[in-house]
């Protein structure tokens, strides 16, 4: 696990709002082994959601920079920087965000709509959404809508629609901050199968459980890195 898939220097991020300034992250550096399972952890409001974004791409640094796999994603136009996500991240949020409207299957395949990486055809991607809702366990509710599965359920598939394209790595923000305990063991058995597949799984967490299964913890406090525990290893 010496190949670094994520590096951040120097990273920060300051919201501003007429003549008020409020520092989100400051000068973040960090590390993250490809292949590896990471959790960053830290108090409610102290930066780990905007450290996630800025990783992802979905919000721009004041300072620093992100790279993913050798690429410096402050250089990525618009329509790279899309690019990248499509090809080598899934995100997974606390609240599902799955369409209400379509089912399972269909929220999965439309993950597939923009990505080079995806099947060509609508039937090749729904072989694709029927594959992954197996491996989630979930292939009988392929035709289920949202409101028809419990909340693990709608986790599990969030998960499924992450791995449509096949990414390099699952950034992950809260994945079982909503959920009850037995839901909250479907998604860790389902991660845990993941990251053994060889998937890079980068977590923000208040769980605890969590946390301690991970190779790598990554504290931010008051905006900074505060910590880096590495399993087996010694504390940075």
């Known amino acids: 696990m010496n190949n670094m898939i994520i590096q951040t220097h120097s990273l920060s991020k300051t919201y501003s709002s007429g003549k008020l300034e409020t520092p989100a992250l400051q000068g973040i550096s ?14 409610s409001g102290h930066g780990k959601s905007t450290l ?3 990783i992802g791409g979905l919000d721009r ?12 994603i402050a250089g990525l136009n618009d329509s790279e920087l899309s690019d990248l996500r499509a ?7 606390q609240f599902f965000n799955l369409l209400k409207n379509l089912t ?4 999965i395949e439309t993950a597939m709509m923009f990505s080079a990486n995806a099947p060509k055809g609508a039937k090749a991607q729904r072989v694709r959404a029927l594959e992954l809702l197996a491996m989630v366990g979930l292939e009988e509710k392929a035709d289920a809508k949202p409101s028809e599965l ?17 990414p ?21 058995d389902q991660l845990f199968k993941i990251h053994k597949d060889g998937k890079t799984i980068v977590i923000v967490t208040h769980s605890s459980e969590l946390a301690a299964q991970a190779e790598i913890v990554y504290e931010i406090k008051d905006g900074r890195l505060n910590d880096v525990i590495r399993k087996g290893g010694t504390n940075e």
């Open 30 to 43: 960090m590390d993250v082994p490809a292949g590896s399972f990471s959790c960053i952890i830290g108090p």
């Open 52 to 54: 996630m974004h800025l």
């Open 61 to 72: 640094a004041t300072f620093g920079d992100v790279i993913i796999d050798g690429v410096k």
């Open 87 to 93: 090809s080598k991240l899934g995100f997974v949020f």
């Open 104 to 107: 399972a299957a269909e929220n």
């Open 150 to 166: 419990s909340g693990g359920q709608q986790q599990r598939v969030s998960i499924a629609r992450a791995l449509a394209n096949d």
């Open 168 to 188: 390099d790595i699952l950034l992950m923000d809260e994945p079982t901050g909503n959920l009850d305990s037995q839901s909250e063991k479907e998604v860790l």
